[in-house]
């Protein structure tokens, strides 16, 4: 019951907020292009109370999950609200949406969801000017934890516990911003590296692959999997009828070595079973002080090999960025992610991803459930930051009801060079709205009959 609360609360305001301004964006550009709007709501249904002020009724209704402005003139849309009533005409209002030029009917369809796409940025521009925690506890030398075999780094005859000495010129390195800044500098160049194995200095030319200069590459693109914890990977919960818990791995355990790799942190285990494709492998335990040792085998879950349990997060402490990094790392993270949805929806349409795959309200409102119980601010702000996107882009879809169909049918009829008849634009609506519902119904069925195998991405 504490978990469904949380996860309905934490959904509730999450998309109370996406939806806000979302429409915001809506009304405001409405306001400013001088159409009337007869109504600004969050939710739908029946009103539950609000205020009138001027000509716009601010209210909020019965069902929570989404909101509308309701500007004069939008006949399609309203007519939905009110099957049968008659449409009216509002050619002579100089008020009514449909009174206004194309160009700024258009502008007022795109402004809801660049209003999600500027929110996205602003929230990520705070968490990472003002918050943007790190660990407390890092390793101060450039070592490598581990590299991917048959890598470039592989290939530069880089090994684990490798200490980097020079990376392109620049002297005792720090994986960011040095290394990362080289890498992204020397896209698909090749780039002179001093390492110190165990006090002996050997020289190397490692190549950058042309990714790096891609704002989502990362340093183990390369193969290399920098150590930047101190302590074994800690244990924090295992969850039922994985891998991990039928090979006995328990809360509290403390991975020391895997197949006698030394791994400090969990996204190099991760690493490890993706390079092994499946294959069981052994660990080396501290439990309770004493010495053990089990084998597990990884499963494949949306494409990922994992075990299934959470690793113990290590203590964070804040370092806000200037703002020249902030801003730089917050508009990466809205490229990185945009690129994302538009990748998932190209594989939906080639059927290498498969619908059943996508979240609906249930699984989003657990996600931002286990988001709001998470320690630190970190994952609250990139899920909003995701959500928010994700909410932008997919309005932006040519489908008619979303504001790209609006869109969509704006620029037709600019082709055109005349209007639509409203008969037939109550008819593409009215059959968006049910392909729409039975989308929604099979997303909702497919959150509730997935709801025990849901998880985040964990080793």
């Not at 050619?91 to 700024?104: I, K, L």
């Amino acid at each position: 019951m504490h978990d469904f609360l949380v996860s309905a609360v934490a959904f509730l305001v999450l998309v109370g907020v996406m939806v806000v301004v979302h429409e915001f964006g809506h009304f405001i550009v409405a306001k400013l292009c001088g159409v009337r709007v007869e109504a600004f709501s969050l939710g739908f249904g029946p009103r539950l109370f609000g205020f009138k002020y001027g000509e716009t009724d601010y209210k909020v209704c019965l069902l929570p999950l989404g909101g509308f402005v309701k500007m004069t003139g939008e006949n399609p849309e309203q007519n939905l609200e009110a099957p049968g009533k008659e449409t009216q005409d509002h050619s002579n209002d100089p008020g009514a949406f449909t009174s206004h030029p194309r160009w700024q009917r258009i502008l007022i369809g795109f402004a809801g969801p660049a209003a999600n796409f500027v929110l996205a940025l602003v929230l990520m521009l705070f968490y990472f000017g003002f918050i943007n925690e790190v660990p407390s506890v890092q390793v101060k030398t450039t070592t490598v934890e581990w590299v991917t075999p048959g890598s470039t780094a592989a290939k530069a005859g880089i090994e684990p516990g490798d200490q980097i000495r020079t990376f392109d010129g620049v002297k005792n390195p720090a994986w960011e911003p040095d290394v990362e800044e080289q890498l992204k500098l020397n896209a698909n160049a090749d780039v002179p590296v001093i390492l110190d194995r165990a006090g002996k200095q050997i020289s190397t030319t490692l190549h950058v692959p042309a990714a790096a200069k891609n704002d989502d590459f990362d340093i183990s693109d390369t193969g290399i999997q920098p150590q930047y914890m101190p302590g074994p990977i800690a244990v924090k919960e295992v969850l039922p009828g994985t891998p991990a818990a039928k090979a006995g791995l328990q809360p509290g355990d403390q991975i020391v070595a895997v197949d006698g790799h030394a791994f400090h942190f969990v996204t190099t285990l991760v690493a490890y079973m993706q390079a092994g494709k499946g294959q069981p492998i052994h660990l080396d335990l501290l439990r309770n002080g004493a010495k053990t040792s089990i084998t597990a085998s990884p499963t494949q879950m949306n494409s990922t090999w994992v075990l299934g349990f959470n690793s113990q997060l290590p203590p964070y402490r804040n370092q806000p960025l200037a703002f020249p990094s902030a801003w730089k790392k917050s508009v990466a993270f809205c490229n990185q992610n945009s690129l994302l949805v538009f990748e998932v929806l190209e594989r939906l349409f080639t059927h290498r991803v498969s619908v059943t795959q996508l979240m609906g309200p249930v699984r989003i409102a657990q996600a931002a459930g286990e988001a709001a119980e998470m320690h630190g601010w970190m994952p609250k702000f990139i899920l909003a930051g995701e959500i928010s996107l994700n909410l932008g882009i997919l309005n932006l879809l040519p489908f008619p009801i979303l504001d790209g169909g609006l869109i969509l049918l704006l620029v037709i009829e600019g082709i055109m060079r005349h209007d639509i008849s409203m008969n037939v634009k109550e008819r593409i609506y009215q059959a968006a709205f049910v392909v729409l519902m039975v989308f929604f119904v099979f997303i909702m069925f497919n959150d509730v009959t997935n709801l025990h195998t849901f998880m985040h991405v964990k080793p």
